[in-house]
Every structure is written in structure tokens, then in C-alpha cells.
């Protein structure tokens, strides 16, 4: 499926999505052109989906993460898609995940601080009517956040 030029390409982008095809060619001993075309053909493919900037939460007055556990009252469809939709409109949401187990949902969601968590906590999630727990987890050290894929 890849080679190990492709490989090699997609972990410079995955460190330095700003580097140019130039600086990527210069490092797997390529000429531009081909790199180019590999690039191409995996965004192409899907295999690169988007290019984005990660920003410092913490520098932008954010340096409060929580992850909620979220149980609903009712296993119906109905249930599950007004969530969803709920949840995509709430911006402190940064990552929803339905799972299997204990709960329905995993939350991660960030918060300046327990005081304007608190008040997200009551005036926006909490008022779900689909749900019938929640359980928050503050988190005291982050020990590895990355977005690099392992290949």
C-alpha cells in the first residue's frame, strides 16, 4: 500500500506539517517533483485528511482539562443522535467518543478554570435531557499528548 518514501513523508509531516516539499525532498534525497506527486496522492486518498495548527491551551487561558464520563437514561436512537448533535455545537467539547462498557460517552473538554467548568458543567451539558450521569475527571499532569500516528 506505502513504501517507505511514503512512510518516511508522512512522519516528517506528522512533526512539521509547515515544512515545504522543498525541505521534505532535501531530507529523503528526492528531487521536488516526485515528492510533490506522493503528497498528492495521499491527499488524494485520504491518507492525509486536513492540515491544521495545533495551538497551546494553556497560553490561550484554557489550562483547565477534564474528562467526563456520560451515561444516558435511555438506550434509543433517539437519544444517541440529539447527544451527538448536542455535543457538536458545545466548542469546550474538543473530543467525543461513543464507547462500549460502563458509560455511553467519553468527553474531553477543556475549561479556563473549576469555575467556568463548573458553570459549563450546569448550564450546558448538565441540562441534556438524555443523560442521567456524569462523572468528571480533572486531570493534574498530562503525561503524553500527541497527534502523530504510529506506522
Known amino acids: ?3 517507505q518514501t511514503d512512510l518516511h513523508i508522512l512522519r516528517l509531516l ?3 506539517a509547515q515544512l515545504t516539499i ?3 525532498a532535501h531530507q529523503i534525497n ?3 517533483t516526485p515528492v510533490h506527486d506522493r503528497i498528492k ?3 488524494r486518498e485520504g491518507v492525509i485528511d486536513r492540515y491544521v495548527t495545533i495551538l497551546n491551551r494553556k497560553k490561550l487561558g484554557r489550562s483547565l482539562l477534564i474528562y467526563c464520563n456520560v451515561t444516558l437514561d435511555k438506550q434509543r436512537q433517539e437519544n444517541f443522535q440529539e447527544f451527538n448533535e448536542t455535543i457538536l455545537g458545545l466548542p ?3 473530543e467525543c467518543c461513543m464507547v462500549s462498557g460502563a458509560f455511553d460517552y467519553l468527553l474531553k473538554i477543556v475549561a479556563a478554570d473549576v ?3 463548573h458553570n459549563f458543567y450546569q448550564e450546558k451539558l448538565a441540562t441534556h435531557r438524555a443523560i442521567s450521569h456524569i462523572s468528571s475527571f480533572f486531570v493534574m499532569s498530562e503525561i503524553k499528548s500527541t497527534t502523530a500516528l504510529p506506522f
Do not use: A, P, W
Open 1 to 3: 500500500m506505502f513504501d
Open 14 to 16: 506528522q512533526g512539521n
Open 22 to 24: 522543498k525541505e521534505i
Open 30 to 32: 528526492l528531487s521536488i
Open 41 to 43: 496522492k495521499l491527499e
Open 92 to 94: 469546550e467539547v474538543v
Open 115 to 117: 469555575e467556568s467548568y
